[in-house]
């Protein structure tokens, strides 16, 4: 589905953005936790504003049109809220190829940033648990070049699934990437099972 800047269907994206024989490794995913998490917290503020809202209608301390109003503007927000949380956790996606990463970024039906970055950008990755890792989710670092001399930029991303083994992933088709091998064929390999190699080498790192 496509509405506005929001497209649910990741298949369509990733036509747009990998090349003519250019080999997708891996998509990564979000944890439920990125939308659980934040639900959990606002419910909570969410229910104090509800019993002060009708706690100030049994007194009369509000007039009845105005609490109604606020009421009706809070839901508003609070579900506009929740809805992006839902976006970013089912249709946010880290697609790693043999060229490229590509981030892709949805908030609500407002705002869609795909950002693709290439091998050559990219200096180191790091991942790092959370919640020791018991939730199998994990933060994401992509360290970036820079124009201005030592400084780099960072691409972080929190709730991944399989952070480690995403990061396992990219780290080898650097180093792939650097020695030619994801480009051409070797006599002892073809390009596809380098592809695999890399591919099954980020699957089993949990």
């Known amino acids: 589905m496509h509405f506005l800047a929001l497209q649910?269907?990741?298949?369509?994206?990733?036509?747009?953005f990998i090349a003519e024989g250019e080999k997708e490794l891996t998509l990564a995913t979000y944890h439920f936790l990125v939308f659980f998490l934040p639900f959990l917290g606002s419910g909570l503020a969410t229910v104090l504003?509800?019993?002060?809202?009708?706690?100030?209608?049994s007194i009369d301390l509000l007039g009845f049109l105005p609490a109604t109003i606020f009421l009706l503007i809070f839901l508003f927000l609070y579900g506009n809220f929740l809805f992006s949380m839902f976006v970013k956790w089912k249709y946010n996606y880290i697609v790693v190829t043999t060229q490229k990463v590509v981030v892709i970024d949805h908030v609500s039906f407002f705002h869609q940033n795909i950002n693709p970055i290439h091998l050559n950008n990219i200096t180191s990755v790091v991942s790092g648990t959370q919640f020791m890792n018991l939730f199998t989710c994990g933060e994401l670092t992509v360290n970036l070049k820079s124009s201005e001399g030592d400084i780099y930029r960072e691409l972080k991303r929190r709730y991944v699934h399989n952070a480690?083994?995403?990061a396992a992933v990219i780290e080898n088709s650097?180093?792939?990437s650097s020695q030619g091998t994801l480009e051409k064929k070797e006599p002892e390999k073809s390009n596809?099972?380098?592809?695999?190699?890399?591919?099954?080498?980020?699957?089993?790192?949990v």
């Open 8 to 16: 649910t269907d990741v298949n369509l994206i990733k036509k747009q």
């Open 174 to 176: 650097l180093v792939l």
């Open 49 to 57: 504003v509800l019993a002060g809202v009708f706690y100030s209608l």
């Open 164 to 166: 480690q083994g995403v």
């Open 192 to 205: 596809k099972e380098i592809v695999e190699e890399v591919r099954e080498k980020g699957e089993k790192v």
